[in-house]
């Protein structure tokens, strides 16, 4: 059984940075996807960053430039740097893990089945 937990998360000024991390333990598979997803108050969770196993990544148009997601697989660890935040990235950011599908990795949240319990990101103007 894999089990996500997420830390790092935090309260910060608009501007400010923080790094969220992700310790898989248990047995993931090297044809893995990890992403990050995140939950505003109201709103429905979206994903914000994906990575896969051979160095791919991708991330939402509206966090490039800004977050950074990277892996160190020798420590089972997702990671997301967070620059320059804004009071719209507000919200629960949870990591999750998936197979990927023919070498893909997708956004929809179904093509992950191990969700870690989320960590709060709260940034203030």
């Known amino acids: 059984q894999v089990q996500l937990v997420e830390s790092g998360g935090g309260s910060v000024q608009a501007g400010g940075s923080l790094r969220l991390s992700c310790a898989a333990s248990?047995?993931?598979?090297?044809?893995?996807?990890m992403a990050w997803f995140r939950q505003a108050p109201g709103k429905e969770r979206e994903g914000v960053a994906i990575?896969?196993?051979?160095?791919?990544?991708t991330s939402k148009d509206s966090v490039k430039g800004r977050f950074t997601i990277s892996k160190d697989n020798a420590k089972n660890t997702l990671y997301l740097q967070m620059n320059s935040l804004k009071p719209e990235d507000t919200g629960t950011y949870y990591c999750a893990a998936g197979p990927s599908v023919r070498g893909y990795c997708f956004w929809a949240e179904g093509k992950y089945n191990y969700w870690g319990q989320g960590t709060q990101v709260t940034v203030s103007s």
């Open positions: 248990g047995y993931i598979y090297s044809a893995y996807c």
């Open positions: 990575a896969d196993n051979t160095g791919w990544t």
